[in-house]
Protein backbone atom coordinates (compact mmCIF):
# COMPACT_ATOMS: atom_id res chain seq x y z
CA UNK A 1 0.00 0.00 0.00
CA UNK A 2 1.47 3.57 -0.50
CA UNK A 3 -0.21 6.61 1.15
CA UNK A 4 -0.23 9.91 0.13
CA UNK A 5 -1.12 13.23 1.86
CA UNK A 6 -1.55 16.56 -0.34
CA UNK A 7 -0.62 19.95 1.60
CA UNK A 8 -0.13 23.42 -0.41
CA UNK A 9 -3.69 24.78 -1.34
CA UNK A 10 -5.20 27.97 -0.15
CA UNK A 11 -6.82 31.10 -1.72
CA UNK A 12 -4.93 33.51 -3.87
CA UNK A 13 -5.72 36.16 -6.42
CA UNK A 14 -5.89 35.24 -10.29
CA UNK A 15 -2.38 35.63 -11.49
CA UNK A 16 -0.70 34.56 -8.59
CA UNK A 17 0.89 30.91 -7.54
CA UNK A 18 1.09 28.11 -5.59
CA UNK A 19 2.96 24.78 -5.07
CA UNK A 20 1.35 21.36 -4.05
CA UNK A 21 3.00 18.98 -2.40
CA UNK A 22 2.36 15.09 -2.73
CA UNK A 23 4.46 13.03 0.57
CA UNK A 24 4.19 9.52 -0.29
CA UNK A 25 4.49 6.88 2.53
CA UNK A 26 4.32 3.09 2.80
CA UNK A 27 5.57 0.82 -0.43
CA UNK A 28 6.75 3.97 -2.46
CA UNK A 29 8.99 1.65 -3.69
CA UNK A 30 6.41 0.24 -5.57
CA UNK A 31 5.43 4.23 -7.34
CA UNK A 32 5.78 4.36 -11.09
CA UNK A 33 3.86 7.29 -11.62
CA UNK A 34 2.31 10.13 -9.72
CA UNK A 35 -0.64 12.57 -11.20
CA UNK A 36 -2.52 15.78 -10.32
CA UNK A 37 -6.34 15.48 -11.26
CA UNK A 38 -8.71 18.38 -10.25
CA UNK A 39 -12.84 18.06 -9.14
CA UNK A 40 -14.54 21.54 -9.32
CA UNK A 41 -17.92 21.89 -7.70
CA UNK A 42 -20.72 20.67 -10.25
CA UNK A 43 -18.18 19.29 -12.33
CA UNK A 44 -16.28 15.67 -13.14
CA UNK A 45 -13.01 15.06 -11.68
CA UNK A 46 -10.14 16.11 -14.27
CA UNK A 47 -6.35 14.76 -15.49
CA UNK A 48 -4.30 18.00 -14.28
CA UNK A 49 -0.43 16.46 -15.31
CA UNK A 50 1.42 13.28 -14.46
CA UNK A 51 4.95 12.14 -14.22
CA UNK A 52 7.44 9.10 -14.53
CA UNK A 53 8.30 8.13 -11.40
CA UNK A 54 11.61 7.12 -12.65
CA UNK A 55 12.53 8.53 -15.82
CA UNK A 56 10.57 11.82 -14.90
CA UNK A 57 8.85 12.38 -18.24
CA UNK A 58 5.78 14.90 -17.97
CA UNK A 59 2.42 15.02 -19.33
CA UNK A 60 -0.07 17.60 -19.01
CA UNK A 61 -3.43 18.94 -20.02
CA UNK A 62 -3.83 21.32 -22.32
CA UNK A 63 -5.67 23.91 -20.14
CA UNK A 64 -2.67 23.59 -17.58
CA UNK A 65 0.32 23.37 -20.45
CA UNK A 66 2.30 26.40 -20.02
CA UNK A 67 1.47 27.43 -16.50
CA UNK A 68 1.33 24.22 -14.15
CA UNK A 69 5.07 22.25 -13.93
CA UNK A 70 4.84 19.12 -12.14
CA UNK A 71 7.94 17.49 -10.69
CA UNK A 72 9.20 14.88 -8.26
CA UNK A 73 12.29 14.56 -5.40
CA UNK A 74 12.77 10.97 -5.13
CA UNK A 75 14.73 10.81 -2.39
CA UNK A 76 11.83 12.43 -0.22
CA UNK A 77 8.95 10.53 -2.10
CA UNK A 78 7.12 13.26 -2.78
CA UNK A 79 5.34 15.16 -5.99
CA UNK A 80 4.85 18.84 -6.56
CA UNK A 81 2.37 20.72 -8.57
CA UNK A 82 4.01 24.27 -9.54
CA UNK A 83 0.53 26.59 -10.28
CA UNK A 84 1.24 29.84 -12.12
CA UNK A 85 -0.43 32.65 -13.57
CA UNK A 86 -3.47 30.68 -12.08
CA UNK A 87 -7.31 31.78 -13.19
CA UNK A 88 -10.71 31.49 -10.97
CA UNK A 89 -11.29 28.29 -13.49
CA UNK A 90 -8.38 26.69 -11.73
CA UNK A 91 -10.49 26.73 -8.38
CA UNK A 92 -10.86 22.60 -7.47
CA UNK A 93 -10.13 20.02 -4.78
CA UNK A 94 -6.79 18.60 -6.07
CA UNK A 95 -5.68 15.41 -5.59
CA UNK A 96 -2.68 13.36 -6.13
CA UNK A 97 -3.15 9.94 -7.39
CA UNK A 98 -0.19 6.99 -8.09
CA UNK A 99 -0.06 3.95 -10.15
CA UNK A 100 -1.91 4.25 -12.88
CA UNK A 101 -4.37 1.01 -14.02
CA UNK A 102 -4.68 2.65 -17.26
CA UNK A 103 -3.70 5.12 -19.61
CA UNK A 104 -2.00 8.15 -17.26
CA UNK A 105 -5.30 10.35 -17.47
CA UNK A 106 -7.99 8.21 -17.50
CA UNK A 107 -8.24 8.76 -13.64
CA UNK A 108 -7.91 4.72 -13.14
CA UNK A 109 -5.13 4.83 -10.20
CA UNK A 110 -4.04 2.79 -7.39
CA UNK A 111 -3.64 5.19 -4.56
CA UNK A 112 -5.01 8.52 -3.84
CA UNK A 113 -4.88 11.25 -1.25
CA UNK A 114 -7.41 13.35 0.62
CA UNK A 115 -7.17 15.67 -1.90
CA UNK A 116 -6.54 19.91 -1.11
CA UNK A 117 -8.78 22.83 -2.12
CA UNK A 118 -7.33 25.69 -4.43
CA UNK A 119 -9.59 28.79 -4.77
CA UNK A 120 -8.35 31.61 -7.44
CA UNK A 121 -10.16 34.70 -6.75
CA UNK A 122 -10.76 37.15 -9.42
Known amino acids: QVQLVESGGGLVQAGESLRLSCAASGRTGSMNAMAWFRQAPGKEREFVAA????????FYADSVKGRFTISRDNAKNTGYLQMNSLKPDDTAVYYCAANPLQIYYSGKYNYWGQGTQVTVSS
Open 51 to 58: ISWSFGYT
